[in-house]
Each structure stands twice: as structure tokens, then as C-alpha cells.
């Protein structure tokens, strides 16, 4: 048995985080967050996408996409890659290192519980989400038992939080995921089963 763990990442996730991009306004950055989403739907993936940005300067570091199913491995969820490999980029565990910018993570939607945990322990400074969990559980998934005051619990660690950028558009990424029969994925955990 291989002991090493291998995530396929589509090619236009291998070419997001090699090309050089610049997006200075939270909207392009989250426009960008979406055109992924979509290009993850149409290679298979989930209805997911994450992208880790310089916060100040506006540079693309890395990005990531749901790749659970394809990948067969619940933990590969698009923040979790997109983390991963910006980590690796930049060789380092901890993206708050003293001689780093202020990273920041955009996603197409609010955290699940696994990814709450990882926003704490990357080091990123800002957290930008469109959709809201309840858009995300409307559609079947499972969000996991974050905490309530989840927005109050990562500022407390001096991770700022914006939620509902661009919504309507996640949104509709969500129904057309579900409309065409996208798979979801650990509804048996969830309360809308």
C-alpha cells in the first residue's frame, strides 16, 4: 500500500495557483472565488472554492476547489487545499509568521466545522465568505457543529470576518449544483435529510 496521500487537482487549479494575478477589491477576489466554483462543478468536483490572497496587496497565492468526491477524501474540502497549498508555497505552517504579509482566505461559503478549525490554526488574518451555511444546508449538506458565535470566536483570535459578499451568486451556484444532480456528500449527518 502507497502510504503517501495524492489529491488529483484539476489543470485549471494547478494553473490558478502558478499564474500571477492580482485582484484588489474584495469583489474581484470573490468574483474570481466563483468562476472556480464553477470550473470545479464542470470537472467533477463539489459546488465549493477557496483562494488565499496577500489581504493588503491583492496577490493570488493559491486557490482550491472541492475535490471530496473525485478525490475520495472528506477532508479535501476547497479551504483545506487552498490553505494546503499556499502553506506549501510559501514553505510554512503558519501563514502569521512575523515576516509574511497579512494572508487572507475567500470562499464561496461560510466555513463547515472542519474548516473552522483550519481558518484558526493557518495564520490567515481575514476571512471573506458569500454563502451562508443555511444557503449550504438548504441544498442537503451537513455543515457540522460550529459554534454559534463562530464570527465572534475567530475575531477574539484577530481573524476578521466578512460574510455574504456576492451571496446571490453563490447562491445560485449552490441550486444549479443541486438542479443537476451534483452529489451530496454526508447528508445522512444532517438535520434536512
Known amino acids: 500500500?502507497?502510504?503517501?496521500?495524492?489529491?488529483?487537482?484539476?489543470?485549471?487549479?494547478?494553473q490558478a495557483s502558478d499564474e500571477p494575478r492580482v485582484l484588489t477589491a474584495p469583489e474581484a477576489r470573490m468574483g474570481y472565488v466563483l468562476e472556480l466554483v464553477h470550473a470545479n462543478m464542470a470537472a467533477g468536483g463539489g459546488p465549493f472554492a477557496a483562494a488565499v490572497f496577500e489581504r493588503d496587496s491583492g496577490l493570488l497565492v493559491s486557490a482550491g476547489a472541492n475535490r471530496v468526491v473525485p478525490g475520495h477524501c472528506s477532508a479535501a474540502h476547497?479551504?483545506?487545499?487552498?490553505?494546503?497549498?499556499?502553506?506549501?508555497?510559501?514553505?510554512?505552517?503558519?501563514?502569521?509568521?512575523?515576516?509574511?504579509?497579512?494572508?487572507e482566505l475567500v470562499t464561496s461559503a461560510e466555513p463547515c466545522v472542519m474548516c473552522f478549525?483550519?481558518?484558526?490554526?493557518s495564520?490567515?488574518?481575514?476571512?471573506?465568505?458569500?454563502?451562508?451555511?443555511?444557503?449550504?444546508?438548504?441544498?442537503g449538506f451537513d455543515e457540522g457543529p460550529r459554534p454559534e458565535n463562530w464570527i465572534g470566536e475567530l475575531?477574539?483570535?484577530g481573524i476578521t470576518v466578512t460574510t455574504g459578499l456576492l451571496r446571490?451568486?453563490?447562491r445560485k451556484l449552490l441550486h444549479?449544483?443541486?438542479?443537476?444532480?451534483?452529489?451530496?456528500?454526508?447528508?445522512?449527518?444532517?438535520?434536512?435529510r
Not at 79 to 102: G, W
Not at 127 to 137: G, Q
Not at 176 to 192: H, T
Request: net charge negative; with cysteine.
Open 1 to 14: 500500500m502507497d502510504t503517501a496521500l495524492h489529491i488529483r487537482l484539476p489543470a485549471f487549479l494547478i
Open 117 to 121: 478549525g483550519a481558518v484558526i490554526w
Open 78 to 103: 476547497a479551504e483545506i487545499l487552498a490553505l494546503s497549498l499556499a502553506q506549501a508555497k510559501l514553505s510554512t505552517h503558519d501563514l502569521s509568521e512575523d515576516d509574511l504579509p497579512a494572508y
Open 123 to 139: 495564520g490567515v488574518r481575514s476571512l471573506v465568505c458569500a454563502a451562508r451555511s443555511d444557503d449550504v444546508e438548504a441544498i
Open 168 to 170: 446571490d451568486s453563490a
Open 155 to 157: 475575531e477574539a483570535r
Open 176 to 192: 444549479d449544483y443541486y438542479a443537476c444532480n451534483g452529489k451530496i456528500y454526508n447528508a445522512r449527518c444532517s438535520s434536512n
